[in-house]
Nanobody, 125 residues
């Protein structure tokens, strides 16, 4: 049974930083993609960043240079370091896991993401 549990969200001022964590359990596939997605009531869910088992990363254009996705395989944990936060980054952030990383336009795609966490709220004011 795969479980993804996010933490690290909160409220921060414009220009501030936050680090999100996603602890994974029950996921033991050799080839995988893990990613961060965000959603607000006004917008559909969008991909933010993704990383595969080779360490290849992909970012939405809107966060390139500000966000960094990383993973600690020993801790089964996925991270999203967010710097220079903007009000438009306000959203519910969810981590997801699947087989292969794909892109939809300039953003990581949720196609193939089979498992999702509950999310952690990030508010930038």
């Amino acid at each position: 049974h795969v479980q993804l549990v996010e933490s690290g969200g909160g409220s921060v001022q414009t220009g501030g930083s936050l680090t999100l964590s996603c602890r994974a359990s029950g996921y033991s596939y050799g080839s995988y993609c893990m990613g961060w997605f965000r959603q607000t009531p006004e917008k559909e869910r969008e991909g933010v960043a993704a990383i595969d088992n080779f360490g290849n990363t992909a970012y939405a254009d809107s966060v390139k240079g500000r966000f960094t996705i990383s993973q600690d395989n020993a801790k089964n944990t996925l991270y999203l370091q967010m710097n220079s936060l903007k009000p438009e980054d306000t959203a519910m952030y969810c981590c997801a896991a699947g087989g292969i990383c794909t892109m939809k336009g300039d953003k990581p795609s949720e196609v193939g993401m089979d498992y999702w966490g509950q999310g952690t709220q990030v508010t930038v004011s």
